[in-house]
Structure formats: C-alpha cells, structure tokens
C-alpha cells in the first residue's frame, strides 16, 4: 500500500499542466492518497516522417515512478485529460517495412507508396526527377516500384536518386 506522501492528487497534476515539473514538491504538497486516471499518448516520429500514436488509460500514484515510466520519452502536451509524450524513432515506420515502395508519380516526382506505384496511394514525395538521365532499367525499376527493407536502403534510394533532380 502507498503512502500519502507517494500519492498524486488532481490538483498536482493540475500544477503539473500548468508548468511546474518538480514531481518531489508536487508530491508532498499533494498528498490526498487518491490516484489520478489519465489518458497518455505515445507518439513516435519515424525517420520518414510517419508518426504512430498508442494510447493507453494509466492510473498514476507517484509522479515519481510515472515519470521513470516514460523515460527518454519528451513531455509534449498535457491537461485534465491527457499526456501525451513523444519519441523520435531512428528507423522507418513499421508501414514502410512492411508495405512501402519507391515509385514515380504521374509528373515524375520520386513519391513512396503504399503498395507498388500501380496502386497509387501516395505516402510521401519527394523530388521531381530528371527521367531523361535515368537508364531505361532503372526507369522500370521505379515504375514497377522498389521495395523499401529498412532505414539504409531508404536512405540509400534517396541520396541515389538527389542526383537526377530537375
């Protein structure tokens, strides 16, 4: 059982939303022994820009302990309903692994897709390219679409391909 000291009230969080971030003094001067229900957003920025959010209900009774919860974690926003943290991922989304090619839109910009190009939902663009330099071979390529495997291969496809923007 915690003690009133570890407790969390409303109007620490309160405090919390408004600004001050000392858990410590927030705990002792609110020490109601009542735990506090919040909604906390995980949001995590992939390398290609994607963001995905997980939201889970948490019941805090310690600042403390919360806060060791969502270590390397930035505090983004919050108020009487909700937290939400944030964390730049060093890697592609999950849906560029699985799903995520290369491909030419209909005006020539290099564009990833969901799907191979053919299917045409656009994720992201990039740069217009010179087609007219690019070898007939790596023309097909990109129409038929390149499979994105991980952060290096995307990144590679990127540096490869600055070189023939218009």
Do not use: C
């Not at 408004?18 to 022994?33: C, E, F, Q, R, Y």
């Not at 939201?55 to 009487?80: C, H, K, P, V």
């Amino acid at each position: 059982m915690m003690s009133s000291s570890q407790a969390v009230s409303a109007a620490a969080i309160r405090e919390i939303s408004s600004g001050t971030n000392d858990s410590t003094t927030l705990i002792s001067k609110h020490n109601s022994g009542k735990p506090v229900e919040k909604e906390v957003i995980l949001q995590r920025v992939y390398v290609d820009g994607d963001i995905s959010e997980e939201s889970i209900m948490e019941t805090i009774w310690s600042m403390e302990d919360f806060r060791a919860q969502y270590t390397g974690w930035q505090l983004i926003s919050q108020n009487d309903k909700k937290i939400v943290f944030q964390k730049e991922i060093n890697d592609i989304s999950p849906l560029l692994k699985t799903n995520g090619y290369f491909g030419l839109s209909d005006d020539g910009t290099l564009t990833i897709f969901n799907g191979r190009p053919s299917e045409s939902h656009i994720i992201q663009s990039f740069f217009q390219l010179d087609i007219k330099k690019l070898e007939g071979r790596t023309q097909k390529k990109l129409y038929d679409g390149i499979k994105i495997s991980d952060k290096k291969h995307y990144n590679d496809v990127l540096e490869t391909f600055k070189m023939y923007t218009k």
